[in-house]
C-alpha cells in the first residue's frame, strides 16, 4: 500500500466515525478543504461515490461500510503503535469523545474543564448522549471512546471500572399535597402522575420493576429525554418524578423542589466508566480513565452530603 492511501484511509476514518466533513476536519486538526480534497481522491481511486448528503450529515455507501468494517481495527491498532511513547498530558493535542447523561455533565464537567485548562489546555473533550442500550455498540464501533453510566450486559470487549453506586429520591413542587405530607404513603405514591426521565424513550423504569414485584403499578404521564427539564416540569404541574440522587445537589433540584424518599425499596444503580479493550494499554486513555474516576467519585462523595 503506498503512503498516499495508508493517510487517505486514516481520513476515511474520521469521516466515518464522525458522519460529517466539518467534524472530520475537526478531528484531524486540518481544514475542510483539505478533507473535502481528500474525499474526492478516495472516490477517483476506490472508484465509488464513498458518501451521500443527507441533511446537514452524510451517509455512507455499501462499499464505504464494507471497507471501514475492514479497516477499523487495524487503522487503532496502528494509530496505538504509532502513539505509544509515553503519554505528555500538558503537550498533548488528542480529543476524546465520551458519552454520558446530563446529570453526569452537571456533577463532573465544570471540574474537568478547570482541571484540563490548567493541566491540558490542548486536550479537547466532546461529550456524545448516553443511552443504556447503546453504550457498548458506540464503543465497539469507536463513536465513542469512554461512557460514563449504567452499562447493560456486553461482551468481554468491553471494559469497565466502578465509579459508584446511586439512590434514589423522589421530586416533587413545594405546593404539591404530597409534598405537604412530609413523608410518601405507597397508594398516594402509586395513584399519583408520575414523569419518568427515560433516555431510550421507554415508559418503564427501576421504579416500575421495584413496583412490580409488589404487584403494583403506576401512571406514567409524561417522559422526557434529559434529566434538566424535570425541576421546570414539576414546578409546574402536579407530576411527580423518581429521581437520581445526584441529580438533585444542583441548585434547580434542591431549591425549587420538595425531595422525600420514596415509599418503597428501589434498587441503587452501579455507575461504570466503561472503554473498549483496544484502548486498554493505550497511555491517554489510561491518563483520562484515571483522571474521570478521580473528578466523578469525588464529586459524588460531596453528593452523598447533599
Not at 133 to 149: F, H, P, Q, T, Y
Not at 187 to 198: D, I, M, P, T
Amino acid at each position: 500500500m503506498k503512503n498516499q492511501e495508508l493517510g487517505l484511509l486514516f481520513i476515511f476514518d474520521a469521516v466515518m466515525t464522525e458522519s460529517s466533513i466539518s467534524r472530520a476536519a475537526e478531528r484531524l486538526s486540518m481544514t475542510q478543504p483539505a478533507v473535502s480534497n481528500a474525499v474526492a481522491k478516495m472516490r477517483h481511486h476506490w472508484n465509488d461515490p464513498l458518501f451521500i448528503k443527507k441533511g446537514r450529515n452524510i451517509e455512507p455507501t455499501s462499499f464505504a461500510l464494507n471497507l471501514w468494517r475492514q479497516v477499523k481495527g487495524p487503522l487503532l491498532d496502528l494509530s496505538h503503535a504509532l502513539n505509544a511513547r509515553e503519554f505528555e498530558a500538558l503537550d498533548s493535542k488528542r480529543n476524546f469523545r465520551i458519552s454520558l447523561t446530563d446529570i453526569m455533565v452537571d456533577l463532573i464537567w465544570t471540574q474537568l474543564a478547570q482541571y484540563l485548562s490548567i493541566n491540558a489546555p490542548s486536550i479537547d473533550v466532546f461529550a456524545v448522549p448516553f443511552t443504556i442500550e447503546g453504550a457498548a455498540d458506540s464503543l465497539r464501533k469507536a463513536n465513542v471512546d469512554l461512557s460514563i453510566g449504567l452499562i447493560s450486559e456486553h461482551d468481554s470487549s468491553i471494559r469497565s471500572t466502578w465509579l459508584f453506586d446511586g439512590d434514589y429520591v423522589c421530586a416533587m413542587s413545594k405546593n404539591h399535597p404530597l409534598a405537604k405530607a412530609g413523608e410518601l404513603d405507597l397508594e398516594a405514591f402509586v395513584n399519583a402522575k408520575h414523569l419518568l426521565v427515560s433516555l431510550s424513550g421507554d415508559t418503564s423504569g427501576f421504579t416500575d420493576q421495584a413496583l412490580s414485584k409488589l404487584g403494583l403499578k403506576r401512571r406514567v404521564a409524561m417522559t422526557a429525554n434529559h434529566f434538566s427539564v424535570v425541576p421546570s416540569i414539576l414546578s409546574a404541574t402536579d407530576l411527580i418524578a423518581v429521581v437520581p440522587r445526584i441529580a438533585v445537589g444542583s441548585p434547580s433540584f434542591s431549591e425549587k423542589l420538595a425531595l422525600i424518599e420514596p415509599p418503597l425499596v428501589i434498587e441503587s444503580s452501579s455507575l461504570y466508566l466503561a472503554w473498549h479493550a483496544r484502548h486498554d494499554n493505550d497511555p491517554g486513555m489510561i491518563w483520562m480513565r484515571e483522571l474521570l474516576t478521580k473528578i466523578a467519585q469525588q464529586a459524588w462523595g460531596k453528593c452523598e452530603h447533599c
